[in-house]
């Protein structure tokens, strides 16, 4: 994946659409609240665009790891070769983007309250997060799947199961028992009565989201296992995925699942079946290899960009353009043009991120 000729293109579509889906549910800052289909649709769009970099960053962090895990021993050498990868590919971005959120936050007048958590991603693992950075929880629940799953596997070594492939299948579901029962346990402790407060308490927080990545991580491991049949039943799976997301976007309102009256399935089954549904894309976007399209060099550019994208896109690019520029007195042909610029400022100043910065520091750690 590191270069063009290894790329998967299926991978880059799911990434790109993904960053598209969030930057276009954060347009909507820009136009007055509204309450129709389009809107709903959209704001929907920035929940699935992170759901599904959580299943994708762990499909692919699932297939390093486990290549690596079934062919080395799997020391503390290898943990922290792939930390020192994985750092290298996260972190420079991320503190670059947040001290520009610093700087920010004091040019505007903004209180800015335990910034100092933000630099080591605790400041969503149990509480809410501030209303500063906001884009950065989901920053939070990558790093801590980093941390949590390569070690497990390392300590996971040392048990009774020889075999290496089902070794590494039992720890990665024992992890996600423990990630789903925390959702059990914040249904029986916590009491929410609607989606703001959901949004917040919930689905924001680290110790209730880690399962999203390790579905990515199961993910992988059946695909590397089960070859054949990820091959051959791969329109099926994709089937059963658009089926959970019209079930997500329709059959929930017809079923009368409302938060207040369901809570389990809110609080419990939602989030994994968000992440199952999005699992069964995999199978046939995992095997979309594509030499020669019109298509191709879009998406992958997009792709390669969509992690500087994420970055800067809302705290940054909007919130600054937004602060000079009163959005609610725009006519509507004004506030079009206001997103159409917004939109090129955001892949200009992402692509500048990424070529003169973020791909030198992933170059660097070749060589470090």
């Known amino acids: 994946m590191a270069n063009s000729q290894n790329r998967i293109f299926g991978l880059d579509v799911l990434r790109a659409s993904a960053i598209l889906m969030v930057v276009s549910s954060h347009v909507l800052w820009i136009y007055p609240k509204s309450n129709n289909f389009i809107v709903s649709v959209l704001e929907l769009f920035g929940f699935w665009g992170v759901e599904l970099f959580f299943v994708l960053?762990?499909?692919?962090?699932?297939?390093?790891?486990y290549q690596s895990?079934?062919?080395?021993?799997?020391?503390?050498?290898?943990?922290?070769?792939?930390?020192?990868?994985?750092?290298?590919?996260t972190l420079p971005n991320y503190y670059l983007v947040l001290i520009a959120n610093i700087f920010i936050a004091f040019f505007i007048d903004y209180q800015v309250d335990n910034v100092g958590l933000h630099f080591v991603f605790l400041q969503n693992f149990i509480h809410k997060s501030p209303i500063f950075f906001p884009e950065s929880w989901s920053l939070s629940v990558e790093e801590f799947a980093y941390l949590l799953l390569p070690f497990a596997l390392f300590f996971g070594t040392f048990g009774f199961v020889k075999n290496k492939s089902k070794r590494f299948l039992i720890i990665v579901f024992l992890l996600l028992i423990v990630f789903f029962f925390t959702k059990v346990i914040f249904n029986a402790t916590c009491t929410i009565s609607n989606l703001t407060d959901w949004n917040s308490n919930l689905k924001s927080i680290v110790i209730y989201r880690i399962d999203a990545i390790l579905v990515g991580v199961l993910t992988a491991w059946i695909r590397f296992n089960f070859e054949?049949?990820?091959?051959?039943?791969?329109?099926?799976?994709?089937?059963?995925?658009?089926?959970?997301?019209?079930?997500l976007l329709f059959g929930i309102s017809s079923s009368n699942l409302r938060i207040e009256q369901s809570p389990f399935f809110w609080n419990v089954l939602y989030l994994p079946l968000t992440?199952?549904?999005?699992?069964?894309?995999?199978?046939?976007?995992?095997?979309?290899?594509?030499?020669?399209?019109f298509l191709k060099n879009p998406i992958v550019f997009v792709s390669k960009i969509s992690y500087a994208i994420y970055l800067i896109h809302y705290s940054v690019i909007l919130q600054l353009m937004k602060y000079f520029v009163d959005t609610t007195v725009l006519t509507s042909h004004q506030r079009h043009f206001f997103t159409i610029l917004y939109l090129m400022i955001t892949f200009l100043m992402a692509y500048i991120l990424y070529r003169f910065y973020e791909k030198p520091m992933m170059n660097l750690r070749d060589k470090i």
Not at 228 to 247: D, N, R, V
């Open 275 to 293: 992440s199952l549904g999005f699992a069964f894309f995999f199978p046939i976007f995992s095997e979309w290899k594509l030499s020669n399209s």
């Open 228 to 247: 054949a049949f990820w091959k051959k039943y791969k329109e099926l799976f994709l089937f059963l995925g658009i089926g959970i997301f019209f079930f």
């Open 57 to 65: 960053s762990g499909f692919l962090i699932g297939s390093i790891l």
């Open 69 to 89: 895990y079934v062919s080395d021993s799997f020391t503390l050498k290898a943990v922290f070769h792939f930390l020192k990868r994985r750092w290298f590919r």
